[in-house]
């Protein structure tokens, strides 16, 4: 955003404010949308009109609420102005003009097995039996009050289909939300356990070695801009096949074909990032607690984890990130093979680790990324791009090194897998390329503690 320089003449002459004059905000004014509701985006900003506002701060309020709105991903641009400025009363208006983005999102779907390219590149030789395939379905704002709808239907290494619906302003004050999820999946291939921190397969040509069932529901509160209090209920039913239950792996279910169990979680996050998908400042602290299984239920497994991610800009071109994760067992029962996930799933990683899984039950993770920008421009593909409010695409460029260390305890299924109870690291250079506020490209070279280096890509498409 262009820096702002406010005068007024009086009598032919400039009369420049005096900064540490306050302007009174007498109207905010939303433009450009057509779709979502205005109140949703009102609710990110941190000033409403009545509040004052130092006028030598007014540009870097307008730019911090500017990213607030974006990080909602209903607009792709969103540009404050004040407008009606009146020196001798003291007061102002805001208008932001806003640019609504796509809010559906249909496409063909290709899952990688763990949802890892480079595992599936390195470990299962790129076969495309452990691909799923099929249609993705998405609509960030069904109603126009950033509600988002998402729709699986996938075929391949798992059999899926799953609705997931968040309604987050039910009452007048919009604090209160609420959110269903189903799915029903099953898998003929399966990972039946562990071995030298990689995952054993096993498939079945007959029948499917296992299905899940869920059934859920979410309740939300978030009091106001930074925090938000999450509460989940989940419904399970597991079915394992009897050769998976007791031949390949007797502690797959902990001697069970069959799990019908509860999940009760409570999370609170505090986020105080000024862009969510890549932060350049701000705070996520973040807290959790989950249990599985209630009372005669056949599976009970406990944790209580934390996250702590603190953004700092240094400079104008060179920015820090650091990250802590972790996660502790409480009630130290044996746990199934199944649940019994640490490091390596998802995006939850060490540097230089990307082809292996850590299991356990309980970890520390701690991630350090100093990041250098190399390239920065808003690129204007015209006519070429068909969808008008993405033809002018941000395109920031990062140099990036790192450095991880972390330690997995496990007292059940450590045998085997020398990554585990053991204190490991990893560290590389790479290159982050961010466009479009919320997609995320990230190339590493990463190295070991057991010296082996790699090349790995990651890739976030912030849906």
Known sequence: ????????????????????????????????????????????????????????????????????????????????????????????????????????????????????????????????????????????????????????????????????????????ANTLGIGITTFFSANREVAIKTTNNYLLFKNSVDADLLRRTKLGLSLIYRPGIYSKHRLEINNYLFKASDSLAFHYNQDYFNGAPRLLFTEISYSFTHDTRDMVPYAMKGWLIGAYIDQLGMGGQSIHKSDIGARISNYKKISKKLSYEEHIFLRYNLDRRKIPYYFNKALGYEDLYVRGYDYQVIDGQDYFLSKGILRFCIFEKNLDWGKWMFLRSYQRMPLDIYLTGGFDIAQVWDRFYAQGNPLTNKLINGYGIGLDIVFYYNKLLRLEVSKNSNGSTGFFIHFDAGL
């Open 1 to 172: 955003m262009r820096r702002m320089i406010l005068f007024v003449l009086f009598l032919g002459e400039i009369i420049l404010p005096s900064h540490a004059q306050k302007i009174e905000i007498k109207e905010i004014r939303l433009e450009g949308l057509k779709k979502t509701r205005h109140y949703i985006l009102m609710r990110e900003i941190d000033f409403h009109p009545g509040d004052s506002i130092e006028l030598k701060d007014i540009v870097s309020r307008f730019k911090t609420n500017e990213k607030r709105i974006l990080n909602t991903n209903l607009v792709v641009s969103a540009i404050f102005n004040l407008i009606d400025l009146n020196l001798e009363k003291h007061s102002g208006s805001v208008r932001i003009t806003c640019k609504e983005g796509l809010y559906i999102y249909p496409a063909p779907l290709l899952e990688f097995l763990d949802n890892d390219f480079n595992k599936w590149w390195n470990n299962y030789h790129r076969s495309l039996k452990t691909l799923s395939y099929g249609a993705y379905f998405q609509h960030i704002n069904l109603t126009g009050n950033g509600d988002p709808l998402k729709l699986y239907a996938q075929a391949g290494f798992t059999k899926k289909i799953s609705l997931d619906y968040e309604f987050p302003y039910l009452n007048q």
